[in-house]
């Protein structure tokens, strides 16, 4: 009986451990992060940085296991801020156990990693990720022998088909919770190296130094000049200087003595050291012969063919789009129409309830013209994920690099840009691919001018109404076009004044092509998709909110009302509220690019989010937006052809909307770029909508 | 020769990399490195080239490219 009781307890008392995901992009780094935790995931931010943090956890056992992914990278210096965040988490955190995933078929690249990590000396466990295709490429691996001469424990696993997961949770439970394994072996660097290594260590013994990680490891770094070890040391050792100039000696004496400089020296014993134990446990029986991902690389990059396949490709996924979500969009549709509909039906008819009002045109119509288009932003993103999934993506970078280097872009700007025909927010967090902070923020400035979702609505509001059939799909097509034109030739524009300088050298691994899983694929999908609805949520309600708030109030005195028809009266009340009297002064400006007071004051709102924009016409041209016919009648009543396509034109340019605002605002580090940008766009919107209304006007075309 | 000017599908090992600040180590955490064996696999007059390191293909940018010295291998 005392047995079972005991057990019972123990098995209630979980003992948590902590480890850290390690390994180069592309290695099913991710795959096995998904495998272990789930949906027990959460993505987040490292303060101060804008790299990702991954964090997940699972049970194995009477265990807690906690994991954070690391980004991938292909080494642990300082040259980006994935690797000084990875090397960081190790440094500050020291998880319990280091879990290295390595592509088992790119063996060598992939232990240029582990040599580092040793460095760091500690507790790590290789995982040998995609043994599957190791195996057909003919690599026979002695997993074994070279765990022996490595002195690291190793495990097998083909990620994507979840084997070999349970022995890997064995082995990390082990090897965590475990006694202190066997110090792995660290390469030697020859003598010379060693010498100037050692001279330098001698020096930092005498300092104030923290325990872990060892000297050697901060000895290395500074042979090899690194910046933010240089940095860090300054915080704690009192007298750096003889120490960074020991480090600076060693460096010329070895570029003078070896002919290279030292961090290419370091990078050449590494891969000695990986060679020489390779040889031992790694034999390659077949030729490198011509893989799958090959044949299909030689089509899709092919230098005439590789251009139109991408745009086929992109045709694909747009057109795809948008006839899978047209089904899901009805539905939505029709339950923000019940919805308000029951909502109202709670008052009396025919009443004139403030908070009645609040509810149905402010905020279900505020938020159920935005949430209608979710349908539409889950399709663009699952295409989008399982052509990154699957590999693709890093084609069409490579594709479209050449074409964005001439407007001044970066091969990988073009991501973001397609993720902005969704939602611009997930683009802006997008740019973060991007290294050279130049390149990051000339696209995240002309990100807004892609046709965003938000915008749909008004297109889809405007243009049926003042286009002939034949005409619509045409002018949709062109208000999409001239947003990618313009995005184009500011970012040229930029590049070529505020953010003049050499474009980042292409330089990007083309993984082999792989089918995406479901699973992958819908977790991608939903993290941006989520970003949309959580802007929804939040800020459309707030602002839709605040927005009802600045049109309503204050109100006319009845005497004003006296003898109106409906119109006129709703007319009288608007013009008498805030946001009535900002959009009456505004008029004699905006009446240059064909817009009323009334349009106006409806912008203010589209500042928020655009998809407010025609929230505000239905409250404000007095009609119950639910269907939009009414609304359109009303509209051609009160517009021609020029002036919708000029509300168009400037909804498109102008004002990102706040959810950008802040977005921009987090990733360049500084209120002045979203300031810059929506300023910018704003002053753009008007010259570009000026010129097109009074030339129209001029020729008297549309009017 | 700079990599840029190897014909497609002959392999060719590195001999150096010139550059400053940090391109050859970055290049070498990626595998191309003095005595690493490489083959162009799409390379034409402009734009970025292709090459297989071993395992992988790396997309490379042409001036980074052609400041990548290689000696054909017979």
Not at chain 1, 408 to 428: D, E, Q, Y
Request: hydrophobic share 45%; with cysteine.
């Amino acid at each position: 009986m005392n047995d079972k009781k005991v057990i019972k307890e123990a098995q209630c008392q979980r003992t948590d451990l902590t480890i850290a995901l390690a390994g180069n992009p592309n290695s099913g780094k991710t795959t096995i992060f998904n495998a272990l935790t789930g949906s027990r995931q959460h993505v987040g931010n490292y303060p101060g940085v804008t790299v990702e943090r991954k964090n997940g956890s699972f049970r194995h056992g009477s265990y807690n296991i906690y994991i954070t992914d690391l980004p991938g990278t292909y080494s642990l210096t300082a040259y980006s801020p994935e690797e000084v965040v990875g090397r960081n988490v190790i440094i500050q955190e020291r998880p319990d156990l280091v879990v290295h995933v390595i592509d088992a078929s790119n063996l060598e690249r992939n232990l240029y990693l582990t040599t580092q990590l040793v460095e760091l000396q500690i507790p790590l466990l290789l995982v040998f990720n995609m043994s599957d295709v190791a195996r057909t490429q003919g690599y026979d691996i002695n997993t074994k022998l070279l765990s022996q001469l490595l002195r690291i424990p190793i495990v097998q696993t083909v990620g994507h088909k979840e084997t070999g997961l349970n022995a890997l949770k064995e082995a990390i439970v082990k090897i965590a919770s475990g006694p202190q394994q066997p110090v792995p072996t660290s390469v030697h660097y020859g003598p010379d190296i060693e010498r100037e290594l050692e001279k330098i260590c001698n020096l930092l013994e005498k300092a104030d130094m923290p325990s872990f990680p060892s000297t050697r490891w901060f000895a290395i770094k500074l042979l090899e000049n690194d910046d933010v070890v240089q940095e860090d040391l300054g915080e704690y050792v009192e007298d750096l200087a003889p120490i960074l100039a020991q480090a600076a000696a060693a460096r010329q004496h070895l570029t003078r003595e070896l002919g290279d400089e030292p961090d290419v020296l370091l990078a050449d014993h590494r891969y000695g050291y990986i060679s020489g134990a390779c040889q031992e446990a790694v034999r390659s029986t077949v030729e490198l012969r011509h893989t799958v991902s090959d044949q299909i690389d030689l089509v899709t990059t092919h230098r005439v063919l590789g251009i139109p396949i991408f745009l086929g490709m992109m045709y694909l996924v747009f057109k795809l789009t948008f006839t899978l979500s047209a089904v899901p969009m009805h539905w939505i549709e029709m339950f923000f129409d019940w919805l308000g509909q029951s909502i109202s039906s709670l008052w009396p008819a025919g009443s004139d309830s403030a908070v009645q009002s609040l509810l149905v045109d402010g905020i279900i119509g505020g938020v159920g013209g935005v949430l209608v288009f979710i349908p539409v932003i889950f399709f663009l993103f699952l295409a989008i994920a399982i052509l990154e999934d699957s590999g693709y993506m890093a084609r069409a970078a490579f594709l479209m690099d050449h074409i964005m280097t001439k407007i001044g872009l970066h091969g990988k700007s073009f991501i973001p840009m397609l993720l902005g025909f969704g939602c611009t927010v997930p683009a802006v967090l997008a740019t973060r691919t991007l290294e050279n902070r130049r390149d990051r923020l000339t696209t995240m400035l002309v990100l807004p001018l892609i046709s965003c979702g938000a915008r749909l609505p008004i297109y889809a509001l405007f243009i049926p109404a003042f286009f002939p059939e034949k005409l619509q799909a045409p002018v949709l097509w062109s208000m999409y076009l001239i947003g990618i034109t313009l995005s184009v030739a500011l970012a040229k524009l930029l590049r070529s004044t505020i953010f003049r300088g050499e474009t980042m050298p292409f330089l990007m691994e083309l993984p082999p092509y792989r089918l995406p899983t479901w699973r992958g694929a819908l977790i991608h999908t939903w993290t941006r998709t989520w970003l949309f609805i959580r802007k929804a949520g939040t800020v459309i309600v707030a602002f839709s909110a605040l927005l009802w708030l600045l049109t309503s109030y204050p109100e006319p005195p009845p005497e004003k009302l006296h003898n109106l028809n409906a119109e006129q009266s709703v007319s009288t009340e608007l013009a008498y509220s805030v946001a009535g009297r900002i959009g009456r002064s505004l008029e004699p400006v905006m009446e240059q690019v064909g817009f009323d007071w009334k349009t106006t004051t409806a912008m203010i709102g589209a500042f928020a989010a655009k998809e407010i924009f025609v929230a505000q016409l239905g409250i404000i041209y007095a009609v119950n937006d639910e269907v939009n016919e009414p609304l359109r009648e009303v509209l051609k009543r009160e517009f021609n052809s020029l002036q919708a396509l000029c509300i168009m034109l400037f909804c498109l340019i102008s004002m990102p909307c706040v959810a950008t605002f802040a977005a921009v605002w987090r990733e360049s580090g500084s209120w002045k770029w979203p300031v810059f940008q929506l300023i910018g766009l704003t002053v753009l919107a008007y010259t570009i909508t000026f010129s097109v209304y009074q030339i129209g006007r001029f020729f008297e075309i549309g009017t | 020769m700079p990599l840029t000017d190897l014909a497609p599908d002959i392999s060719a090992r590195v001999m150096t990399v010139q550059g400053g600040r940090g391109i050859a180590a970055r290049l070498a955490s990626m595998g191309i490195y003095p005595g690493s064996i490489v083959t162009l696999k799409c390379g034409g007059s402009i734009g970025p080239v292709i090459i297989q390191v071993r395992g992988s293909r790396i997309a490379i940018g042409r001036g980074m490219a052609h400041r990548i010295l290689v000696e054909p291998l017979n």
